[in-house]
T-cell receptor, first 112, second 110 residues
Framework: ELKVEQNPLFLSMQEGKNYTIYCNYS?????LYWYRQDPGKSLESLFV?????AVKQEGRLMASLDTKARLSTLHITAAVHDLSATYFC????????????FGKGTHLIIQP | NAGVTQTPKFQVLKTGQSMTLQCAQDMNHNSMYWYRQDPGMGLRLIYY???????DKGEVPNGYNVSRLNKREFSLRLESAAPSQTSVYFC?????????FGSGTRLTVV
């Protein structure tokens, strides 16, 4: 059974600081996703990582994937208040099954 | 281009009532999914459909049924709603590696 663990689950940080969210998964997978969710809203796709060593950046967010370690990171650089949200990583089920298995999410609050 | 459309957006049911959540996509995607989201639990897969005419169980299928009516539409039915089914339900579709999520249905069962 595929398990996806994120940490931390809650993070309060100050504007201008850097921080990293970690996503570990338990079985081999070839796709890892990062999503953002604002309160009461749907999921917004941030990154899709398809191969070992993949690194993608968009603004102050950078995601990377290490398939050998079964680890992805979402790094926030010089955080700003607008990045406050809940961030989810998700992994495709694989093994003949379809759909994504999600982590529990990281609730990020960025304070001025 | 509407993407994935879910109806209704909000619903309150009494225990034992039935209802169908509707989902339609206009992107010609083959695969469609139903997830539920509970506080602190992330999203969990209920059912999915890899193509028209096929459906498969996900992680939490008990208490639900689905119908892939055609390529565009994938509905989720609660035959006898229970308070444990209070949740936010998201429909999604996929083509290739990209998923598109609907805006969600917030369901409360009292």
């Amino acid at each position: 059974e595929l398990k996806v663990e994120q940490n931390p689950l809650f993070l309060s940080m100050q504007e201008g600081k850097n921080y990293t969210i970690y996503c570990n998964y338990s079985t081999t997978s070839d796709r890892l996703y990062w999503y953002r969710q604002d309160p009461g809203k749907s999921l917004e796709s941030l990154f899709v990582l398809l191969s070992n060593g993949a690194v993608k950046q968009e603004g102050r967010l950078m995601a990377s994937l290490d398939t050998k370690a079964r680890l992805s990171t979402l790094h926030i650089t010089a955080a700003v208040h607008d990045l406050s949200a809940t961030y989810f990583c998700a992994v495709n089920a694989g093994g003949g099954a379809d759909g994504l298995t999600f982590g529990k999410g990281t609730h990020l609050i960025i304070q001025p | 281009n509407a993407g994935v459309t879910q109806t209704p957006k909000f619903q309150v049911l009494k225990t034992g009532q039935s209802m169908t959540l509707q989902c339609a996509q206009d992107m010609n995607h083959n695969s469609m999914y139903w997830y539920r989201q509970d506080p602190g639990m992330g999203l969990r897969l209920i059912y999915y459909s890899a193509s028209e005419g096929t459906t498969d169980k996900g992680e939490v299928p008990n208490g639900y049924n689905v119908s892939r009516l055609n390529k565009r539409e994938f509905s989720l039915r609660l035959e006898s709603a229970a308070p444990s089914q209070t949740s936010v339900y998201f429909c999604a579709s996929r083509q290739g590696a990209g998923y598109t999520f609907g805006s969600g249905t917030r369901l409360t069962v009292v």
